[in-house]
């Protein structure tokens, strides 16, 4: 039928031939079902690979988060410190000049207290020396403030023990920025006051930092290796813990003379009033000499947080009865709560508010501690009875000063 018309013929709205690649093969990969590229299949591969990118992507992202969080808050043991950082075998002053100086760390809200010339208070080349750590100093010491590290715990403060790239062991006292004085200059006063305290009844500062990343300052202190006071009181079944009766004597005497020197005034130190003087304050050395710790520790402290340390010591009887009514601390305030140790010295006991008697009431044989059995001078606990009483008068201008403290226990101020 030479007039029907061919079905994709010039006239036809259906493909045009020219259209279709000549190269084109569209029955080759095809049978009678199925095509095996078929847009079906190709999609799918698509989808199988977005998904595939996808979670590698987030499992990268999740492992480079985790790496980063470890990192930033520097959590870990000794023996993720490399050698190189942490070693001991190298001078202090070396690892100091190569480690990030104090003066390049940033605080957190302005709070920059040891940026110098900010606050017009600021430190002697030569302070800056002995007394400046930095941050990575003080994280190697406690393996990055490791919890096996950790000696004691406050609302305010944390303290580990550490050990510094020449071998030394220090306890390191963590103080919250919010802790602190918010006045920079004030705060600065009272760090230097810090740096000018030395005496053999004292725990000494070895240095200090501040982090702005951490938000915290760090004092930097000689370790104290048999704990504190309160460690030796109410003592029943150990016997290594109970003192004999010259040791007892050593250390009241030794505490007289930490509180006369931080009473004194001198050319380099302004006379100071401890204000916390408690058997948990009065730490013991190798040697079992008493070192008072805490002192002037307050210069650093907002008036809120000072405040609310005094609880325990008002709940345990060291706290002067005047306060309660003129609400400030005196050099009579130490010498009251002097009393109440010697008092727990002698008993071995904490609580010790049923002495505040006359000392025509008391006597010695009930009176001092039961471990001794008896093994100590009657005279020479009869002295310190004595002083004790006076020393926790009830009316501040009763107590003595502790040079006359000083000179009745027969020690040369």
């Given at each position: 039928m030479p007039n029907k018309p061919e079905p994709f013929g010039p006239d036809s709205r259906g493909f045009r031939p020219q259209q279709i690649p000549e190269s084109a093969n569209l029955n080759s990969n095809c049978n009678a079902s199925r095509c095996l590229n078929s847009p079906k299949s190709f999609s799918g591969t698509v989808i199988v690979g977005i998904v595939v990118v996808a979670v590698g992507v987030m499992v990268c992202g999740l492992f480079a988060f985790v790496w980063y969080r470890r990192r930033k808050q520097k959590i870990g043991s000794a023996l993720e410190v490399s050698n190189s950082r942490c070693s001991t075998d190298q001078p202090k002053e070396m690892f100091r000049k190569s480690a990030s100086p104090l003066i390049s760390l940033e605080y957190s809200n302005g709070w920059d207290p040891l940026a110098d010339g900010r606050s017009g208070v600021g430190f002697s080349q030569e302070v800056s020396r002995s007394f400046r750590f930095n941050l990575e100093e003080v994280e190697c010491a406690t393996q990055y403030f490791s919890e096996v590290n950790l000696l004691g715990k406050s609302n305010f403060a944390a303290t580990y023990k550490g050990i510094l790239r020449d071998g030394s062991i220090v306890a390191i006292k963590s103080i919250n920025k919010t802790s602190c004085k918010t006045e920079e200059a004030e705060f600065l006063k009272g760090l230097k006051l810090l740096t000018l305290l030395h005496h053999e009844n004292l725990i000494a500062l070895r240095g200090f930092c501040c982090s702005r990343g951490?938000?915290?300052?760090?004092?930097?202190?000689?370790?104290?290796?048999n704990g504190s006071l309160l460690q030796y009181l109410d003592?029943?079944?150990?016997?290594?813990?109970?003192?004999?009766?010259?040791?007892?004597?050593?250390?009241?005497k030794g505490i007289a003379k930490g509180i006369h020197y931080l009473h004194s005034s001198r050319p380099n130190k302004p006379s100071i009033v401890h204000q916390n003087i408690s058997a948990e304050k009065i730490l013991i050395d190798q040697h079992f000499a008493p070192r008072l710790s805490g002192s002037g520790l307050h210069k650093l402290l907002a008036d809120d947080v000072v405040f609310s340390t005094l609880k325990a010591s008002a709940a345990m009887g060291y706290l002067a009865p005047e306060y309660t009514t003129v609400g400030r601390f005196t050099e009579k305030s130490d010498v009251y709560s002097f009393g109440v140790v010697i008092?727990?010295?002698l008993t071995g006991k904490t609580n010790v508010t049923q002495l505040r008697l006359g000392p025509d009431s008391i006597k010695l044989e009930d009176t001092l501690d039961e471990n001794l059995h008896g093994n100590f001078s009657k005279p020479e606990a009869a002295k310190l009875v004595g002083i004790a009483m006076i020393c926790m008068s009830e009316m501040a201008n009763q107590r003595p000063t502790m040079e006359a403290v000083l000179q009745q226990l027969s020690i040369s101020c």
């Open positions: 951490r938000g915290e300052c760090f004092l930097v202190y000689d370790f104290v290796t003592v029943k079944d150990n016997a290594q813990r109970v003192l004999d009766w010259p040791t007892r004597v050593s250390i009241i008092f727990q010295i």
